[in-house]
Nanobody, 120 residues
Framework: QVQLVESGGGLVQAGGSLRLSCAPS????????MGWFRQAPGKEREFVAA???????YAADSVKGRFTISRDPAKNTLYLQMNSLKPEDTAVYYC??????????????WGQGTQVTVSS
């Protein structure tokens, strides 16, 4: 059974930082596109940031300059460094993996999600 296991969520004050981690279990994801999505209460799931299969990293306009996505192949782990957090960043954050060039083209695996809450 392939699983994506997220960690690192929590409660933080506005302006603070958190780092999310995603560690796949069951197999290596070195050849996969990976990324992060989030879903706030009452809203649809939205794209946050991703690394394509070719290694290109990109992020949504709403988080550019504040969030950084990276992956450590040696640890088979994906990270999302979140700085200058805002209350509107509050959401459940999901790790995603895809066999396509990029996760925005379609997701094959989802993590269970980790809650990020930013207080004002």
């Amino acid at each position: 059974q392939v699983q994506l296991v997220e960690s690192g969520g929590g409660l933080v004050q506005a302006g603070g930082s958190l780092r999310l981690s995603c560690a796949p279990s069951g197999r290596a994801f070195s050849g996969y596109a990976m990324g992060w999505f989030r879903q706030a209460p009452g809203k649809e799931r939205e794209f946050v940031a991703a690394v394509s299969r070719s290694g290109t990293a990109y992020a949504a306009d709403s988080v550019k300059g504040r969030f950084t996505i990276s992956r450590d192949p040696a640890k088979n782990t994906l990270y999302l460094q979140m700085n200058s957090l805002k209350p509107e960043d509050t959401a459940v954050y999901y790790c995603a993996a895809s066999t396509k060039l990029t996760v925005v083209a379609g997701v094959d695996y989802w993590g269970q999600g980790t809650q990020v809450t930013v207080s004002s």
